[in-house]
Structure formats: structure tokens, C-alpha cells
Nanobody, 116 residues
Framework: QVQLVDSGGGLVQAGDSLRLSCAASGGTFSSYAMGWFRQSPGKERKFVAAISKSAGNTVYADSVKGRFTISRDNAKNTVYLQMNSLKPEDTAVYSC?????????WGQGTQVTVSS
């Protein structure tokens, strides 16, 4: 079973950048596809980005394409989300997840707040 710890959130102004990290332990990190999701108050959790096990493939929500970049370092058991040109509508709790077959694990989330 893998444990995920999200970090890197904070309060920033519109146009700023942040990099989120998700550190994994307790499993074989390179065997998991990884993703980032976000949830705003009163709204459903939404997909943000995902990356394949070998980092050969990435996919993004339309709302973040061209602004966010997902990456992973399998040697460090960590997945990142580089967020540029942040907008107030990006304000949410961001959580990473790890998927292996039918198994899915979640980080605890990190708050990102973007002021206008």
C-alpha cells in the first residue's frame, strides 16, 4: 500500500506560480500512474492532470492546459505539479492520487489560494 503526502500549496496572487509535490512511500512508485485533482468548496473533485508510470504520457484538463505541467521523478518517488499563470478560479484543495489497476490512493491535499 502506498502513502502519499501532498505539499507546496499556499496563498499567491493571480499570475504567480506554485509547484506542488506529492511524495510517495510504501509502494513501488514506478508501478503507479499518478494524477492531480482539485476540489473547491461546495464543488465536486475535478481532474487536473495525470502522468503515466514512465512519464511518457501526460494528459491535462482543458482549464489548465498550457499553464500547468505534471512531472514525476521515479528515483525520488515524487510527482510534481508546476502551476504557472495562476488564476483565482484555480483556488482549491489539490490532491494527488496513485492508480494501479483497481487500486487508488489519495494524498491528504494541499490548499492553493489565488487572490485577484
Amino acid at each position: 500500500q502506498v502513502q502519499l503526502v501532498d505539499s507546496g500549496g499556499g496563498l499567491v496572487q493571480a499570475g504567480d506560480s506554485l509547484r506542488l509535490s506529492c511524495a510517495a512511500s510504501g509502494g513501488t512508485f514506478s508501478s503507479y500512474a499518478m494524477g492531480w485533482f482539485r476540489q473547491s468548496p461546495g464543488k465536486e473533485r475535478k481532474f487536473v492532470a495525470a502522468i503515466s508510470k514512465s512519464a511518457g504520457n501526460t494528459v491535462y484538463a482543458d482549464s489548465v492546459k498550457g499553464r500547468f505541467t505534471i512531472s514525476r521523478d521515479n528515483a525520488k518517488n515524487t510527482v510534481y505539479l508546476q502551476m504557472n499563470s495562476l488564476k483565482p478560479e484555480d483556488t482549491a484543495v489539490y490532491s494527488c492520487n496513485a492508480v494501479q489497476g483497481l487500486r487508488m490512493y489519495w494524498g491528504q491535499g494541499t490548499q492553493v489560494t489565488v487572490s485577484s
